[in-house]
């Protein structure tokens, strides 16, 4: 689970507060977004360029 | 010798009474050679002609930024005029910004005014509203630096970000204000986009 850490001056007490479902489902989604993408970058493939056949003197 | 004489009001009703503390040493308090009132600690109240020696900073506790995707403080006192936000070689899971954002009772997160940039040799530069911009740009990113937060009156907080990469050969920094709708008493460092904390530390000076 993705959190958030709060530190209390005035107690000096140090709490970890867990995303909520709604939160945790946004982070992941997004998450899942960015690999997506970056997959798709990785697949992409250049096609070669033709090369033009030299012209006989 | 002189004399002490503790010396009632006649107008008065009120019963004063001198009381010790619990303690088993003894202490004498020397009375000023003055005609002068006494300053107590229960109210607000104005020192003239005094000099103050090491006048504190007062510093939080040192965070671990190696995890989640927010570090914050909370409880920073009403009288704070600068707030320093100190990283340790702050390093998130990509290549996204960093941002700061502090608040009154809760966290604001529209309204500023932040432009900041990194750079190796030309920096790049954004500017954003919804906090205060740490610019980065990859995963690798060790940020070390300070970022300070000064109170201009009421309640308009000036920054300047100024920081290092300590294995990139960069440089980072930035500057901007915000006005709150009250009186400052937290501050928090967040990642954005998908990005999560992976290492290093944070920690504020306030004064």
Known sequence: MTHR??????????????????????HDAAVAAQQA??????ETVTEPVAETPETQP | MSSVAITG??????????????????FTATLPAATTTLVGTDATQTLTNKTIQGGSITSGTSVATTSGTAVGFTGIPSWAKRITLLL??????????????????SYTTTGYVSTAF????????QSVTNGFL???????NNIAGAMTLLNFGANLWVETWLG????????????GLVTLSGVLDRVQLITTSTDTFDAGSINILYE
């Open chain 2, 118 to 125: 990194y750079a190796t040799v030309g920096p790049s530069t």
């Open chain 1, 37 to 42: 993408a970056e997959t798709a970058v990785t």
């Open chain 2, 164 to 175: 290092g990469g300590t294995n990139n050969n960069q440089v980072y920094a930035g500057g």
């Open chain 2, 9 to 26: 009001n006649a107008a008065g009703a009120g019963v004063f009474t001198l009381a010790s503390p619990n303690s088993a040493s003894s």
């Open chain 2, 134 to 140: 740490i610019r980065a740009d990859n995963a690798s």
């Open chain 1, 5 to 26: 850490i709060v530190v209390d001056l005035q107690t000096g007490v140090t709490t970890q507060v867990e995303y909520t479902p709604e939160e945790q489902a946004a």
């Open chain 2, 88 to 105: 340790n070689v702050v390093s998130t899971s990509g290549a996204n910004n960093l941002l700061v954002q502090i608040g009154s009772g």
